[in-house]
Nanobody, 126 residues
Framework: QVQLVESGGGLVQPGGSLTLSCATS????????IAWFRQAPGKERERVAC????????EYADSVKGRFTISRDNAKNTVYLQMDSLQPEDTAVYSC???????????????????WGQGTPVPVSS
């Protein structure tokens, strides 16, 4: 069973950039679709980016399209989320998640993701 651990969060100024990492263990990340979610205070969890396997197709929420980029380094069993032009409305706890290994696609339904990391906070403020 795969385990997920996020890192790279922290305070960033508006207009700045940050790269989050989702390191996997227990199984090869190449077998899994990986999605990045975020949850802002008082708001529902939102899927912001996803990378399916094995084709590596990517999907983005409209709110981050053109600013966020999801990528994989299968040799390091790590998935990244590059975030550029960050704004205060991007403030949230960011988590990576994986669907079952037999369904490595980009799912919108939260219930499709049984594997979650602990989350990393990203406050965007001056």
């Amino acid at each position: 069973q795969v385990q997920l651990v996020e890192s790279g969060g922290g305070l960033v100024q508006p207009g700045g950039s940050l790269t989050l990492s989702c390191a996997t263990s227990g199984d090869t990340v190449d077998y899994y679709g990986i999605a990045w979610f975020r949850q802002a205070p008082g708001k529902e969890r939102e899927r912001v980016a996803c990378s399916s396997s094995p084709a590596g197709n990517t999907e983005y929420a409209d709110s981050v399209k053109g600013r966020f980029t999801i990528s994989r380094d299968n040799a390091k069993n790590t998935v990244y989320l590059q975030m550029d032009s960050l704004q205060p409305e991007d403030t949230a706890v960011y988590s990576c998640a994986a669907p079952p290994v037999l369904a490595p696609f980009c799912w919108h339904d939260l219930a499709a993701y049984p594997h979650w990391g602990q989350g990393t906070p990203v406050p965007v403020s001056s």
